[in-house]
């Protein structure tokens, strides 16, 4: 499974963004799948994650309430809609998908990476 992560750029704080996250090689649409982040000089760390039938998400506590993740197992798809954007969110922004079907914040537990997309936020 090869995983493409779009949708960074460069945004206000208060500003919104929607990332997605798309498979090929074959549909991950039986994995949970989790979306990490990582600053510079800092670990990557969990944001997000929904299991296989889009159900049960998860969040950092630093983002609840400001995002979103959600799937579209039709287009084998799977979104993170950041709102209410901070500077302190800025990062690579990576999806992963898991080989286990539940949602998981930790990243050992996720099989297949993908290149991230940049966040950055401007204050």
């Known amino acids: 499974v090869q995983l493409q992560a779009s949708g960074g750029g460069l945004v206000q704080a208060g500003g919104s963004l929607r990332l997605s996250c798309t498979a090929s090689?074959?549909?991950?649409?039986?994995?949970?799948v989790g979306w990490f982040r990582q600053a510079t000089g800092q670990e990557r760390e969990i944001v997000a994650a929904?299991?296989?039938?889009?159900?049960?998400?998860l969040y950092a506590d630093s983002v609840k309430g400001r995002f979103t993740i959600s799937r579209d197992r039709i287009k084998n798809m799977v979104y993170l809609q950041l709102s209410s954007l901070k500077p302190e969110d800025a990062g690579v922004y990576y999806c992963?998908?898991?080989?286990?079907?539940?949602?998981?914040?930790?990243?050992?537990?996720?099989?297949?990476w993908g290149p991230g997309t940049q966040v950055t936020v401007s204050s």
């Open positions: 992963a998908a898991a080989l286990r079907a539940g949602a998981s914040g930790r990243p050992d537990e996720y099989r297949y």
């Open positions: 090689g074959r549909a991950f649409s039986n994995n949970g």
């Open positions: 929904i299991n296989w039938s889009g159900g049960s998400p």
